[in-house]
């Protein structure tokens, strides 16, 4: 059920806790101060993805990683029911808690719940989604990974936090008494904002909720379910994918950067550090006219302190052909 007031405030403030703890997972090496990116990149600069000096981070990315800390191992996930397979129909009404789920130990057999604790109600299309038809969605990413065209998830603004949730990988348990398999866990990929949502529920793609219940949304598309946050770097097939915004001007441009193994928290093109906007794209106000045709040097700085240095010929979406190390 969702609760409201200062229980609502309290999960918040510990969602964003969460978010900079698993930045600290991502990565390893000890707090230091970090100068800012020297401008321009000259002639023998790094090839692409070669180490260079770190790229300065934002004044509030305090997430930095703890030496040692591994990341959990990314759960399992099943491939989405073949045409034809006769699923369990929903229950005709209500949703609640499966026995034993989240039961205090040596009361009932089963699963604990995860940390955040929510509704989950299905949407979308109930076939999985291109690699390029996320980007009319909220977060606006360019390219979604094999791993994620089945699972995928809108979240309330108290979790989507103007974009920083874009692009984070979740897991899911299904806690609900419908559920063919209660404790069921799968990875899930943020790539909306479910404007109807509110607190800690999400809106969950319909191959997604078929997989974790077991069962046709039917008449009952809501479940009870628990999730965690968990690093994304073993789902992550392939490249940083960069997408250049429509309706860029001559004095103004954003780019939107997709399938990053862990979350970029800065970004500069030719020395000029970006902004993050609520529309999940980097913005570039360079102070003078931007010349289409000249190269572009990008760099870009993971939560795990490593920075990835690109150069493209020209103003263009690109596959850049680096990935952070997780």
């Known amino acids: 059920m969702r609760r409201r007031g200062s229980a609502h405030l309290c999960r918040s403030a510990l969602l964003l806790l969460a978010l900079a703890a698993l930045a600290r997972a991502q990565g390893s090496g000890s707090p230091e101060p970090v100068p800012s990116l020297p401008g321009g990149t000259a002639a023998g600069s790094p090839p692409p993805g070669a180490a260079g000096p770190p790229l300065g981070l ?40 499966a026995p034993g789920i989240g039961a205090p130990a040596g009361k009932l057999a089963g699963e ?14 109930q076939t999985p989604i291109s690699p390029y038809q996320a980007v009319s969605l909220g977060c606006g990413l360019g390219y979604i990974s094999p791993t994620f065209q089945s699972d995928y998830v809108g979240v309330s603004p108290d ?12 897991r899911i348990q299904c806690d ?22 509110t607190g800690l529920d999400m809106s969950v793609s319909f191959p ?28 992550t097939v392939g490249t940083i994918k960069m997408l250049l915004k429509k309706g860029g001007q001559a004095f103004y ?8 193994a862990v979350p970029i928290v800065g970004v500069a093109v030719n020395g000029t550090r970006l902004q993050h ?50």
């Not at 305090?62 to 990314?74: I, K, M, R």
């Not at 609900?176 to 949502?197: E, F, I, R, Y």
Request: hydrophobic share 35%; proline share 13%; with cysteine.
């Open 208 to 235: 997604l909720f078929v997989n974790l219940t077991g069962r046709d949304p039917g008449p009952n598309p809501s479940i009870v379910m628990s999730w965690d946050l968990i690093p994304c770097g073993n789902l």
């Open 253 to 260: 441009q954003a780019f939107g950067f997709s399938n990053s």
């Open 112 to 125: 604990q719940r995860l940390a955040y604790q929510g509704t989950a109600t299905v949407a979308y299309s």
């Open 176 to 197: 609900d008494a419908s559920c063919a398999n209660p404790g069921k866990q799968m990875p899930a990929l943020v790539v909306d904002l479910c404007g109807s949502c």
């Open 277 to 326: 906007g609520s529309d999940n794209y980097w913005q570039w106000n360079p102070g003078s006219p931007i010349d289409p045709l000249a190269p572009l040097d990008i760099a870009l700085a993971g939560s795990s302190r490593q920075v990835l240095r690109v150069r493209l010929p020209s103003l263009r979406s690109a596959d850049l052909g680096v990935q952070f190390k997780s």
């Open 58 to 97: 934002p004044s509030d990315a305090t997430a930095l990683p703890e030496e040692g800390a591994q990341p959990p191992a990314p759960a399992a996930f099943s491939p989405t029911p073949a045409g034809g397979t006769q699923l369990p129909p929903a229950p005709p009404s209500g949703f609640g808690l």
């Open 159 to 170: 979790i989507f936090h103007d974009a920083a949730a874009c692009g984070r990988c979740l």
